[in-house]
């Protein structure tokens, strides 16, 4: 991949590239800007070496020329040597200076002004030697004549001459001024120009660049959050082949397959949904799914036809909205409101009038819970159990006329052995006795299964009135101190009793429940030990709107075999120990009727705790 | 010595109940059937009936009823004693007059017991 990306010009590049292209800018304008001073100080330098020294050799000559006409005026009147000697040394200075400027020759036209002064100078200088030599030969008129005849002229003639030197470099001066200021003027000028283009270019280069980096970008982050919403069809515009441009490509591919991974996603969970609706509707028991508003996810098939649901047009809607049917509801705001209830899966038996009579079915309700443990809804099974609640019924009926029937041979069992006991038909033997007793015992025996067995059988036909009157917990817990005191003493066990302060009251069926307290405190006396050791705890305690009763004993528990069926009809803990395993099963069976709950917990050889809640009489319900 | 009239259909309850009853020094009558028991308590006229309310011929409700309307049988204490313990059963036997009820299997001393209570009452 590095070796792709090396290969192509990359984004870095184009960065060096703009750099570079910049820094070429700045550099050309820099060479512009030394140029231009360059070209400033040749200005003035050729002002410095081609007129100054011209004007300074033009100054010179004038004055040496004028202090040899001085000279000359002087000789005139006086001739001595001092005179020619002047002259001939200013004659040295002017040739020194006339020599420099010929060897600084720089404007045109200097050459001729030059040749001229030097023509007129050496006819002023031949003049002068001719004047000397006059001088003494002649009078002062004729020298005189001479001078402002001859001399004098080409005197004013090489210092016009001379003269016409420096103005000749003097203009040639000023206007070599004036074209170093245009110099100067047109350098800054041009710098000016240069930044500015430099300026401009740069500008042009980083906002390109930046334009070129940051656009994409930003349609990067565009098409990706359109992709985080759920929509994959996104496509990048590939231009170029920097590193953006890869990256474009990259994730066009991306793009694609979660395109594809989506499409087949649904494809597969549309497959995967259409399955588990085939699943679910041709499973032979009803089905309702609902969220934890109540609200209806699923309802298969069978469940349709069970609530006679016509239309498909349920899913979203209310329960109760959908089925209205309030004991159904019940069972799924039960666990709605309590999802972490720890007797889950709950059941309830419901009845619907069909077709042929009414029809009844078990529905099972668990929570749905996400793998956090965060509570998602409610699923119910819903069993057709008319046949088994049928079959139940018969058996009830069956059980109820066979224990019915057995009523009167006991009590002419019972009342013969009475009969016999009170030796009213003669006297027994003590072997006789004994055995009319084991008579007697059994058939008490006999007649309390029969008993526990048509009570069981109202119960679970709901036949059993229930007198609900408002009553306290406790009240029950003192009658059962009073109630099993003696029995307590002879095994000399302990009977504690746990009730906290204003408790609420509950509304029960005072002997019913006085009948599972001493159903279950019996069940306790039976198992604990008898040496003195044995505890029974009794304890009430409210929570959210319930009374929790419990019965705990330290006796000798229950084996975890036995523990889940101990409400089952005929169990019992431990065989023969009395009883026909009828108790618990009514137990459950009145609290039911109470709409509570009844459970166990136990360890063996530590101990058993039976619990059971009812509900507490909210204030103001007063019956 | 108080008189029994004891109306049951099952021969075993009658011979149980009347030996029982005779050994605690009661003299005793039993029928199987209401009509022939509406009969006897007019003949026999007891301190008390025991009435059976399942009986071949009729209801021991309406024998009950019979009993009270009857002025020769109408202060004789009327108790049932029965199989079925339904409440309902024992209110209805409660309108028809009865003094009270016992529910089948009872034990002899219970019997002895009620029948005492209620023939002191009288």
């Known amino acids: 991949m590095f070796n792709n990306f090396s290969m192509k010009k990359s984004l870095k590049l184009k960065i060096i590239f703009a750099f570079l292209l910049m820094l070429l800018i700045f550099t050309a304008s820099n060479v512009w800007v030394i140029i231009s001073l360059n070209s400033l100080s040749k200005s003035i330098d050729n002002i410095m070496e081609s007129n100054y020294r011209s004007i300074e050799a033009a100054q010179n000559m004038i004055i040496a020329i004028e202090r040899q006409d001085s000279a000359e005026l002087a000789h005139m009147f006086s001739q001595s040597d001092l005179t020619v000697n002047a002259f001939n040394e200013n004659e040295k200075i002017f040739l020194t200076w006339l020599a420099r400027a010929e060897d600084n020759i720089t404007e045109e036209g200097e050459s001729e002004i030059l040749s001229e002064i030097n023509s007129s100078y050496a006819d002023y200088i031949n003049h002068f030697q001719k004047m000397i030599s006059l001088d003494s030969q002649s009078n002062s008129k004729e020298l005189n004549d001479f001078y402002y005849n001859e001399v004098l002229p080409l005197f004013d003639k090489t210092k016009k001459a001379s003269r016409d030197l420096l103005n000749l470099n003097q203009s040639s001066m000023l206007a070599k001024k004036d074209f170093a200021h245009a110099t100067a003027k047109n350098a800054t000028i041009s710098t000016l120009f240069m930044s500015s283009i430099s300026i401009i270019l740069g500008l042009v280069v980083v906002t390109v660049l930046s334009n070129k980096i940051v656009k994409p970008l930003y349609d990067l982050i565009d098409k990706t959050k359109k992709i985080s919403e759920g929509n994959y069809h996104q496509k990048l515009t590939v231009t170029g082949d920097d590193e953006i441009a890869e990256l474009a490509k990259e994730y066009n591919i991306m793009a694609a397959k979660l395109v594809y991974y989506d499409e087949t996603n649904i494809n597969n969970l549309m497959e995967e949904k259409n399955k588990s609706e085939a699943i679910v509707n041709s499973i032979s028991e009803g089905i309702i799914v609902t969220d934890d508003q109540y609200r209806v996810k699923t309802i298969n098939q069978n469940a349709r036809v069970i609530f006679k649901i016509n239309s498909s047009d349920y899913a979203g809607r209310h329960l109760l909205e959908v089925i209205y049917n309030q004991a159904l509801f019940e069972l799924f705001k039960g666990i709605s409101e309590n999802p972490k209830n720890y007797y889950t899966p709950k059941y309830g038996d419901i009845e619907i009038l069909g077709e042929n009579g009414l029809e009844y079915f078990r529905v099972n309700v668990s929570p749905i819970k996400m793998n956090t443990g965060e509570f998602m809804g409610t699923i119910a099974l819903i069993q057709d159990i008319t046949k088994l609640m049928e079959v139940d019924q018969m058996k009830s009926s069956f059980v109820s006329t066979v224990s019915h029937e057995f009523r009167t041979p006991l009590t002419s069992i019972t009342m013969s052995v009475g009969l016999l006991l009170e030796e009213i038909s003669g006297v027994l033997s003590e072997q006789q006795r004994d055995l009319v007793e084991v008579i007697k015992e059994d058939s008490e025996r006999l007649n309390k299964i029969v008993e526990d067995l048509l009570d069981l059988s109202k119960l679970e036909s709901g036949k059993m009135q229930m007198d609900l009157q408002k009553h306290h917990i406790k009240d029950i817990f003192d009658y059962m101190k009073k109630l099993f005191k003696l029995q307590l003493e002879d095994i000399q066990a302990e009977m504690t009793v746990t009730c906290p302060e204003n408790l609420s009251f509950v509304n029960i069926d005072i002997n019913k429940i006085t009948w599972v307290m001493s159903n279950l405190i019996g069940n306790a006396l039976r198992y604990i030990n008898k040496d003195g050791s044995g505890l029974i705890e009794l304890s009430v305690h409210e929570v959210s709107g319930k009374q929790i009763v419990s019965v705990k004993d330290n006796g000798s528990g229950i084996s975890d075999s036995v523990l889940p069926h101990v409400f089952d009809k005929f169990v019992q803990g431990n065989s023969h120990k009395g009883g026909a395993g009828l108790g618990l099963t009514i137990c459950k069976e009145i609290v039911k009727a109470h709409g509570g709950d009844i459970w166990v917990e136990s360890r063996l050889n530590e101990g058993t705790t039976f619990f059971f809640s009812l509900k507490t009489l909210q204030q103001g319900e007063n019956k | ?122």
């Open chain 2, 1 to 122: 010595m108080n008189k029994i009239l004891v109306i049951d259909d099952e021969v075993n309850i009658i011979k149980a109940v009347s030996m029982y009853l005779e050994g605690h020094h009661y003299e005793v009558v039993s029928v199987l059937e209401g009509l022939e028991g509406i009969n006897e308590a007019k003949n026999f006229l007891p301190d008390l009936i025991l009435l059976d309310l399942i009986l071949p011929d009729m209801d021991g409700f309406l024998v009950c009823q019979a009993l009270k309307s009857n002025i020769t049988t109408n202060d004789i204490p009327v108790v049932v004693m029965s199989a079925k313990s339904q409440e309902c059963d024992k209110v209805k036997a409660k309108e028809c007059g009865a003094i009270d009820y016992i529910v089948k299997p009872f034990k002899p001393e219970m019997l002895i017991e009620t029948i005492q209570k209620h023939i002191k009452e009288n």
